[in-house]
C-alpha cells in the first residue's frame, strides 16, 4: 500500500467518470463552482472516518455528465484535476 492509503484494504487516488444525460439523469447538488466558461459544476468535499472517500466534482457539459473524483481532496485539488481534462480545449493532445 502506498502511504496515502490510510491503513485501507485498498486505494482509489482518482476517477473520472462520463455518462449521456437522459432524463432519468438525477439534479446535480453540493456547492455551486463555475470553473469554466459557461460550465457549473457542483463540488461534495469527501467525508471521512475509519476511511475516506472521494471529493467529487460533478458537471453538464455538451449532453453529458461528467464526475471527477479525488480521495479526501481539498476543492482545489479536485478542480486542477477536472481542468485539466481535455473536454475543454486546453490539453495539448487533444484533438479539437
Same mark, same amino acid.
Given at each position: 500500500?502506498? +502511504?496515502?492509503?490510510?491503513?485501507?484494504?485498498?486505494?482509489?487516488?482518482?476517477?473520472?467518470?462520463?455518462?449521456?444525460?437522459?432524463?432519468?439523469?438525477?439534479?446535480?447538488?453540493?456547492?455551486?463552482?463555475?470553473?469554466?466558461?459557461?460550465?457549473?459544476?457542483?463540488?461534495?468535499?469527501?467525508?471521512?472516518?475509519? +476511511?475516506?472517500?472521494?471529493?467529487?466534482?460533478?458537471?453538464?457539459?455538451?449532453?453529458?455528465?461528467?464526475?471527477?473524483?479525488?480521495?479526501?481532496?481539498?476543492?482545489?485539488?479536485?478542480?486542477?484535476?477536472?481542468?485539466?481534462?481535455?473536454?475543454?480545449?486546453? +490539453?495539448?493532445?487533444?484533438?479539437?
Amino acid at each position: 500500500m502506498g +502511504n496515502d492509503c490510510h491503513t485501507g484494504m485498498y486505494c482509489c487516488f482518482r476517477t473520472i467518470h462520463g455518462e449521456r444525460i437522459t432524463s432519468q439523469t438525477p439534479p446535480l447538488t453540493g456547492s455551486r463552482l463555475a470553473f469554466e466558461p459557461g460550465v457549473t459544476g457542483f463540488f461534495s468535499r469527501a467525508v471521512c472516518s475509519a +476511511n475516506c472517500n472521494e471529493s467529487v466534482l460533478e458537471f453538464d457539459y455538451r449532453g453529458y455528465r461528467y464526475s471527477v473524483g479525488v480521495e479526501a481532496a481539498a476543492r482545489a485539488t479536485v478542480l486542477k484535476t477536472a481542468q485539466s481534462l481535455a473536454l475543454f480545449g486546453k +490539453n495539448p493532445q487533444s484533438r479539437t
